[in-house]
T-cell receptor, first 113, second 109 residues
Framework: KAGVTQTPRYLIKTRGQQVTLSCSPI?????VSWYQQTPGQGLQFLFE???????NKGNFPGRFSGRQFSNSRSEMNVSTLELGDSALYLC????????????FGSGTQLSVL | AQRVTQPEKLLSVFKGAPVELKCNYS??????LFWYVQYSRQRLQLLLR??SRESIKGFTADLNKGETSFHLKKPFAQEEDSAMYYC???????????FGTGTRLKVLA
């Protein structure tokens, strides 16, 4: 089985721009969650989707949004980028909801200049 | 507040020495606890979970509800154990995982 695929691998943007990140879960996995990883904060939960519905959202501003499609693929969007948004964005998929093992992608490294 | 605390950012041990990575949690219920590991240039992956009580790569972790801890232990560290380790639990009812800030383990030859 192919693992969780995230594209693009690297992104460089400037302040004020917007960005869209993509995640394809493992085939058959219906839950996709997103995390922001930074050296000082570790992994911070952004949101989780299951069957195209956002089940929970972390403590991030409204500039961070996402969605999930009928094939379970997910996208994450960040508008009006700020320098502090520079981070590694990780996507994880799991078969079901809650208490399930997470399978992570390699991440998208976003740099905001 | 729901929180995972990993007090050590960096832990260095010599090969063959015992290792213990500390994890304390703050949660009102009984969480299902996990340890995830990220080796150099690899993806974050599950190392072990409390409910399965398995020993993976020689690592074990015991849940101590009284001390709200889930420390990761290995009796004899190997150089290939050098990695970043994260303790985590999903908050029931919300399906949101809380991760600690991670501990970098360096095993010296």
């Amino acid at each position: 089985k192919a693992g969780v695929t995230q594209t693009p691998r690297y992104l460089i943007k400037t302040r004020g721009q917007q960005v869209t990140l993509s995640c394809s879960p493992i085939s058959g996995h219906r839950s996709v969650s997103w995390y922001q990883q930074t050296p000082g904060q570790g992994l911070q939960f952004l949101f989780e989707y299951f069957s195209e519905t956002q089940r929970n959202k972390g403590n991030f501003p409204g500039r961070f949004s996402g969605r999930q499609f009928s094939n379970s693929r997910s996208e994450m969007n960040v508008s009006t980028l700020e320098l502090g948004d520079s981070a590694l964005y990780l996507c994880a998929s799991s078969l079901l909801l809650g208490n399930e093992k997470l399978f992570f992608g390699s991440g998208t490294q976003l740099s905001v200049l | 507040a729901q929180r995972v605390t990993q007090p050590e950012k960096l832990l260095s041990v010599f090969k063959g020495a015992p290792v213990e990575l500390k994890c304390n949690y703050s949660y009102s219920g009984s969480p299902e606890l996990f340890w995830y590991v990220q080796y150099s240039r690899q993806r974050l992956q599950l190392l072990l979970r409390h409910i399965s009580r398995e020993s993976i790569k020689g690592f074990t972790a015991d849940l101590n509800k009284g001390e709200t801890s889930f420390h990761l232990k290995k009796p004899f560290a190997q150089e290939e154990d050098s990695a970043m380790y994260y303790c985590a639990f999903p908050t029931s009812g919300t399906y949101k995982y809380i991760f600690g800030t991670g501990t970098r383990l360096k095993v010296l030859a």
